[in-house]
């Protein structure tokens, strides 16, 4: 019968949840902290829940928050996000990992390869159960991996509910008052080790069902202080992996901010374009606009100068005409009352055969005397005639509407330029906005890298990076002292 250890580890805080699922990108894969994962057996891993923390926090205190909410009077007071609320606060548990292992390094490199796959099934169902035996504890992520070159495990992440509440939410997540209402009425870290000893007993009962003796550590003998080392070992090597996962994190972080910063940079560079583009379209519009205006101004001349000139020859023409034909009617009527001699006045034929006209030919003095004489009706009917054919002539109708058009083309095309003018200036200001806010938001960090690059030497700069190495050291380890959050197996 074989013999394995039992690991039972927690941490309040620490917990990666894309890591757990092998949520990871391809370059994370191939980052140094995932180095010990054997990619090509990670569909071996058994996936018992994953559920979205944030959908479990509605679920289970969306009501009361909603209670709560409800009873104060000040807004300020009032909680939107309670999963982030309780994220801020030291006295809740936004969550809990326990990481469940069974045997070590050392044993499964003995172990077949079959016998990692039993274990995980049992550790899958030790899972499923883990709700029922604790009804204070809602899993929402569940994973156990056989992919690690060490021992099979489970990473089990589950939120406590606590209620009876008088003060905030009825229903908070407290693990300390959720051990306690589940009966684990220890003080101190002796309730977390008492509620630890318990499942380790749910374990050692499953592991008999496999006909697997547990094999307990302890410190009186050599050969247990060996295997007691190689658990530590095991422990730092687990608690190297989380930081090194996180670190990678917090790196992809800031690398997804910077990548996000260049493109805001790259996108308010393209909109500085465009608007200098569409500035130069504005000017070139405003060019040929103007340009066109000028045309149909002397288009407009051309044609009043044109129309003037036709009119007064139409005129004329038709003057001299009816004053001729006048002046043949009246010099007729003279004749017979011997106002002029032949030898005054003569009657001449002119033009082309067949369509000659006769002109009446009298010195000039007798044809100032005849003017006064003239019947002036008929030659002001002939010309307010001329002057109506002149205007409803179809070549002056065509310029008058080709000028109408010119006119409306010009006008919508000023109105066109105007909006875009001003959608442009509105674009211009907003992407000056943009690059207001996105130099204020780096500004600061800017400001303390210059500074840190510019004021410090590189001796000052690798004091600076061991007093941040030495100051993060010294708080992990005051909050695994507050918390106790770290235990192994004795």
Known sequence: MPKLTISFKTNPRMTNIRHNNRDLTEKEWKSPEHSHILRDKSHQNIVVKQLDIRELYEKEFGPSLQEYNEKQIRNDRK????????????????????????????DWDELPEGYKLNIGIYLAKYAQDFEKRHPHFRVYNAVVHLDEKGA??????????????????????????????????????????????????????????????????????????????????????????????IKA?????????????????????????????KTQSIEQYDNVIHSKQESVNKLDEKFEAKADKLELLLAQEKAIN?????????????EDKNYLFTKDFKVEERGLIGKKEKFAVVPLKIF????????????KQILDDFIDKVFNNSIVKGLKKKISQLTGELKRARVQLQHERSVRIAEQKEAEKKMDSLLKEVQPAMN????????????????????????????QKQISKN?????YER
Do not use: C, W
Not at 81 to 102: A, C, N, S
Not at 188 to 203: D, P, Y
Not at 260 to 277: G, H, S, V, Y
Not at 368 to 379: A, I, R
């Open 79 to 106: 909680i939107k996000d309670y999963y982030k609320h309780v994220g801020k606060l030291d006295t809740l548990d936004q969550q809990r990992e326990f990481i469940i292992g069974i045997g070590s390094k050392a």
């Open 152 to 245: 099979p495990h489970l990473h089990l992440n589950v939120v406590p509910i606590a209620d009876g509440y008088k003060n905030g939410l009825s229903k908070q997540p407290s693990f300390s008052k959720a051990l306690k209402q589940e009966g684990f009425t220890e003080k101190g870290k002796f309730q977390l080790m008492a509620f630890r000893n318990n499942e380790i007993k749910v374990l050692e009962t499953m592991l008999k069902e496999m006909a697997v003796e547990r094999k307990k550590v302890g410190t009186n003998k050599i050969k247990d202080m060996r295997e007691y080392k190689e658990m530590m070992a095991e422990l730092e090597e687990e608690k190297g992996k989380k930081l090194n996962e």
């Open 249 to 277: 994190e917090i790196t992809s972080e800031v690398s997804k901010v910077e990548k996000e910063f260049a493109k805001k940079k790259e996108k308010l560079n393209t909109l500085e374009k465009e608007i200098d583009r």
């Open 322 to 334: 009816a004053i001729n034909e006048q002046l043949l009617k009246d010099i007729g009527i003279k």
């Open 368 to 379: 100032e005397k005849m003017l006064y004489q003239v019947n002036t009706k008929p030659m």
């Open 448 to 475: 303390l890298y210059e500074d840190f690059q510019n004021y410090l030497t590189e001796n000052d700069k690798k004091k600076v990076f061991e007093r941040i190495e030495k100051h993060k050291k010294l708080h």
């Open 483 to 487: 918390r106790n959050t770290n235990d």
